[in-house]
């Protein structure tokens, strides 16, 4: 029948573990999977490897990254597969003033403290001791077990700012801080998942500092050089252009029908964001308890917007190229450029609201609003770069959001033990899936290895 | 190719436009289109028609519904449907005294107050009436432009009824209420929600209510009749068993793929829950915005349980079968008999977290569970039942939860625009898309008959 895929076709091909996803997770897993001499199989929607890592070639060799592409010193796993594949680092370009748009005008600044209203930076720094507090009693492996779980699960984290955050310059602070770590507003999280998410990643500071936090190095070649290291090795074990739509279950196997080919795998380890795990087609069906799961876990909203000119010019003017602004719509930016500095590439995120409603705006009208940004900012000069590039990460069918998923209200407490119980043969991976940094890739890895270590223990 | 549903195949079937769903929205869209003279096809996975509507068969031709069953009085086009259709209603049974457990207590009383502290009763009046006049503030047709929208949107209604709800027992009732309401905690609901919602029923009280409410009547021959006798006209216009997989959409038309037809039509009713609608393949992808929305809709989460015995026996002690309870995992039970009053049927529903919780349980343990429940609110008698009937919605793969959806917060002014907005050539009905009765029968009904004025005024 027309629409049954496979339908009296003969199993292409065979494979103790079928891995869904050639993301980081995905990768991972099939590699310690392989080291453990299981014979697996990749099946990949795209026609490339490495989901949220992306490589945007700038010409002569070089590149940026449209998705992914930081990384922290205390994420370890990260930093060492990174090495074991013989790919360095290097620092996020930091030196110079950075530059803050706050209640209407600019300030420049040097270090990690612009002089901005003493009330508000106290404001700020309260709200940041009792947050770190409160996240400490979340146990990363099961924050609904968390004494005051369900209280801080039914409530929002706008509605924990509200009570506990005083002055309105440090509300916009971390309004702001919430959509550069969730791609969404403090509105639409709860607030046991940020305690939980601050907790993974080792605290506040870690998440959004640049110099000792998540956004202190790249990599040189682009993040998505990783995924691409780690699937050489495998070769043929992987198919790209292979979206997976169909899992049937047996007591004995699972059957895996993808666009193109249909595989038999002892265990299947499903690599993908949980929202994209709710809409492939199983059978038996999922139980309830984890459909509904995948129905509370929703993709942020960002793009990644940036602009690239003949030199980075701003070092010149003493600036970092580094700048935060309340006022928005771009309201987070970097100095994106290569390791050489050559050509100079400025990086602004459109997160959460100013994503949803430039979105659906055309590109023009968009380009202009982000380089419009980036005039205020660092002068006449940011307003006619050589190029535009940008991705929304929402639009991507394999993606469907980031940087990653966050739990709304109820979420944890009400599904929280569906995230990584495992569904007869199948196994669950990505970074959504993580207890250490969680969401990011260091979180990924974790994840690949977990599930890996899983499945072999099953059989 | 394997998996590409219909590759090579000629298109089986041309329509001016497919419905998609069977249950009521999608069978009233048909109907107003066949009528309009345009030529319909219906794509129904199940092998039924009716969606939530579900009779389940007694004996001796009587049945009782495990998916939606009641109608009230304001619901004026659900009424009007079946009564066009010749199927009569008859009321709820409500004589006798009602039941309540209430602070480990049982009391039974008649009217519509208990006996239970007066500050509590009284408090419980303060919100709902504090609730009704924001209510009445938010625009059903768009909530996100309610004045106070962002701050309703960005607090759980758990939230609000901690600060507004002073009393631990009215509390207690509320949450009650929002379980019987949303099938979901106060904890998981925006706020903005609630109040959409209510506005949408024109009142708490129209939502809670059995005389003068959403429960006052029931239909002779069950619910599901109205879906059967809406089917019939149509014929072999509907096609059952043909779970839809795909939509690819071109300037002039719109292929569908179901498993076992493709057909091709100018334009496409999508007559599912907004998270199913997510789980479908669209090519081109849908827009983010669109995809986004269907990320922070779930569905609800009840069990629909009954006991079936010889007779209503607590009828002729004085009770009317009705009954809540603060204590549960049952908190609201109704006696479900036929309109002959035989045999006699005990209906208690599990909700939200009761049902999350009891649904991983297995089925003795949670039929024991229940049956305690009616053992403790009608006496010895109601331990033995003849016969156990139950249906988890979250398990059922065409549904995947109930009664309906919710949003969570952040979830209306984030993405509210796009519930109804056509896609090209797709139209979205379902109650989840309505404005008056949203969620219920008489929303569904809106649903369909708006969808299908939008698709004629299109052409």
Chains 1, 2 share one sequence.
């Not at 990749?42 to 990384?71: I, T, Y």
């Not at 947050?131 to 146990?139: F, T």
């Not at 790249?218 to 043929?236: C, I, M, Y």
Request: hydrophobic letters at 40%; one cysteine or more.
């Amino acid at each position: 029948m027309a629409g049954e895929p496979g339908q009296g076709r003969k199993d292409a091909r065979k494979a103790d573990v079928v891995v869904i996803g050639a993301g980081l997770a995905g990768l991972v897993a099939a590699r310690q999977l392989v080291a453990a001499g299981r014979s697996v199989v990749v099946l990949e929607a795209r026609d490339r490897v490495g989901g949220r890592l992306l490589n945007e070639p700038l010409g002569e060799g070089k590149v940026v990254e449209v998705g992914g592409q930081w990384v922290g010193p205390s994420q370890r796993r990260m930093l060492a597969l990174a090495d074991s594949l013989g790919i360095d680092t290097f620092p996020t370009h930091g030196s110079g003033q950075n530059v803050i748009e706050y209640d209407g005008s600019l300030i420049r600044y040097t270090g990690t403290i612009p002089r901005i209203s003493t009330s508000v930076l106290l404001d700020v720094e309260q709200a940041r001791q009792r947050l770190g507090a409160m996240a400490r009693q979340v146990p990363v492996e099961a924050p609904w077990r968390a004494s005051r779980a369900e209280e801080w699960d039914g409530q929002t984290f706008a509605t924990w700012l509200r009570r506990n955050v005083v002055t309105n310059g440090a509300r916009s602070l971390l309004q702001l801080a919430t959509e550069a770590v969730w791609a969404a507003q403090p509105e639409d999280v709860s607030l046991l998942h940020v305690l939980f998410y601050m907790h993974s990643a080792g605290g506040l500071d870690a998440l959004l500092d640049t110099e000792g936090g998540a956004q202190q190095d790249r990599f040189v070649g682009g993040s998505q050089l990783v995924a691409q290291k780690l699937a050489e090795p495998l070769g043929e074990q992987i198919m790209l252009g292979h979206p997976v739509r169909r899992l049937e279950l047996s007591d004995e196997s699972i059957r895996v029908f993808s666009d193109g080919a249909i595989l038999r795998a002892s265990r299947v380890i499903l690599a993908l964001p949980p929202t994209l795990t709710g809409r492939l087609v199983y059978d038996p069906p999922l139980p309830g308890y984890r459909d509904q799961l995948t129905q509370r876990m929703p993709q942020g909203a960002v793009t990644k917007c940036m602009a690239v000119y003949d030199e980075p010019f701003w070092r010149g003017e003493g600036l970092s190229g580094q700048a935060v602004s309340t006022t928005g719509p771009v309201k987070l930016v970097f100095d994106n450029s290569p390791p050489d500095g050559s050509p100079g590439v400025i990086l602004g995120f459109l997160e959460g609201r100013q994503a949803r409603e430039l979105g659906r705006v055309p590109l023009d009208e968009r380009r202009a609003a982000v380089v419009g940004c980036f005039e205020r900012f660092f002068g006449a000069r940011a307003a006619e770069p050589e190029r535009y590039i940008e991705r929304s990460w929402a639009e991507e069918e394999w993606t469907r959001g980031c940087y990653g998923c966050y739990f709304t209200p109820g979420g944890w407490t009400g599904y929280g033990p569906a995230l990584r119980e495992p569904i007869g043969r199948i196994h669950w991976a990505g970074a959504e899936t993580a207890t250490v940094w969680n969401g990011y890739m260091d979180g990924a890895v974790q994840s690949g290895e977990r599930a890996a270590r899983e499945v072999i223990a099953a059989e």
